[in-house]
């Protein structure tokens, strides 16, 4: 019945045209937890930090319903490191620090009680990491999703690719449909990719909203269109976790559900964006959540009858 | 009951990474006529050609329904010429000549039988043409569309303010709409923009679809995602035909309709990219249309029920 959860946890340090944070709590698995934690109570994290975390950031994920019994605690080591720059279009940034940190040697440990898990979300990760996730998995889960980045396709093409093979739905942006598959259509990618292994597809292309494919369907679901865009980090991550935790909550995995998934997903990711870091989607109630995929179906339902 | 287009009709030399074309019949009020006579049976058209134009093609307007009396053919004078060239992301496109010909000097003449018409269709032509038809019409049609180009804002800002005050729906594209309104967030953009005059506002997206404002709610239709698309000349002219087309022919100028007005032209414009020039939208049948609207629905369509 539960979530597994793998990604980073992590300290971020972000710059946007709105202002600039210290280092504050982030990283894939983080939003991914919190963000899912709004449909399923469920969720089991693994990961990875230093003695450097702070212990109420992870307080306040047990507080929302995240089994961190598998995030690590590295004694004398510090937390892996990101900081970032955004342009004025907020669509492209800058990485201005990378520290792996307690990142480097990172081997994934699964406790017992999460062997049982039904539902995987692969949050951004070395592919090999991601490997060894489901080859210590005594049954392969129900579904498995995947998200991953250009990073890897650069350095870690050939674990990449055979890790399609195992996964059920990958999730990638635009820019890295088009470098995958070589294709600069993202119909055509969208096929090129579904012959490498996976059975859905997921193409997230930021402010303009994101696709689902499979072999013989398209579904799209907008972005909400907001004043603004505060700050985007995690935006990706807050949808995967609004995407398999409403499947996870409804334990559904028609192509039907799954499109119900992408608009909570994109409902996720739409109040992530409107704070720094994890601030707004660990700070959320049901009602908000409600109101916020009400506003999606306004935003798309139109009522044609063709005779 | 009838719909008034005015418009540029004109020759057209094309260069995409797919082909080139020599001079073919194109012109926004070409497209705005061929794309609304799928909808409606009672457009007149107002525009100017020289002697070189092809009768050919003047039938083949009036064989879709398009009455051009309103049509000046300027003995010794030479059509409007466009020529362009689309860059590889089919986004953007360089101008390589424009001959205004007769355009130079047009002065709109609506004829007596045109007078009655209640749906007006301001193609994007200079803002002082637009003012003049409007100046010559006994009566104000019940709904004034306008679409223009950021050319005019560089050039002719003083009589566009002033010619929003005499519109009902404004269509502009995304960065015409940011460049209007001093504004890069499209939200407050469309606020701004409204505020100016039209009641509605259109901004164009083009492959990233469409958004449809009113002072308090928002609409958003997407683009078909294609394997490819031939040929942008023209996409937003078809959007702007399906869009009055359909409006005029069910008469109805609620949000409700407008939104399925906004769906319809959209429709259109997916026809208008799949081939060079006109050469898809002279050449649809209505069972083509209902299908591929059919898809529309398919793509945003999901069945949320919130307690």
């Not at 994920?61 to 955004?86: A, D, P, V």
């Not at 292309?205 to 072999?215: D, I, R, S, T, V």
Request: one cysteine or more; glycine letters at 8%.
């Amino acid at each position: 019945m539960s979530l597994l959860v793998i990604g980073t946890v992590a300290f971020d340090a972000i710059e946007t045209p709105f202002g600039k944070t210290d280092k504050i709590v982030g990283g894939a698995a983080t939003f991914i937890g919190l963000s899912a934690s709004y449909f399923t109570h469920d969720i089991n994290l693994v990961s990875v930090v230093g003695d450097d975390f702070p212990s109420d950031a992870i307080e306040m994920m047990k507080n929302r319903g995240i089994n961190t019994e598998g995030l690590q605690i590295k004694q004398g080591e510090k937390t892996f490191f990101w900081s970032g720059k955004y342009h004025n279009d907020m669509n492209s940034r800058d990485t201005l620090e990378t520290q792996l940190n307690v990142l480097a040697t990172f081997d994934p440990t699964i406790p017992e009680k999460y062997q049982d898990c039904e539902f995987l979300m692969l949050g951004n990760l070395a592919p090999s990491v991601q490997h060894q996730v489901l080859d210590r998995l005594k049954n392969r889960p129900k579904l498995v999703v995947l998200d991953t980045m250009n990073f890897w396709m650069d350095i870690a093409l050939p674990e990449l690719t055979s890790l399609l093979k195992r996964v059920d739905v990958l999730t990638i942006n635009d820019e890295e449909a088009r470098q995958l598959s070589g294709e600069y259509s993202l119909v055509k990618a969208s096929q090129k990719i579904l012959a490498m292994g996976p059975k859905y597809l997921i193409i997230k292309k930021g402010e303009h909203g994101a696709l689902l494919f499979n072999k013989d369907q398209v579904f799209f679901a907008p972005a909400l269109p907001l004043e603004d865009v505060f700050d985007p980090t995690g935006a990706g991550d807050s949808f995967a976790g609004g995407f398999i935790g409403y499947i996870a909550s409804t334990k559904d995995i028609s192509f039907d559900n799954l499109k119900r998934a992408v608009i909570f997903g994109s409902a996720m990711a739409s109040f992530s964006v409107e704070k720094f870091g994890t601030e707004r989607i660990q700070n959320l109630n049901s009602k908000e959540v409600d109101a916020r995929v009400k506003q999606f179906i306004d935003l798309v339902q139109f009522d044609i009858s063709l005779v």
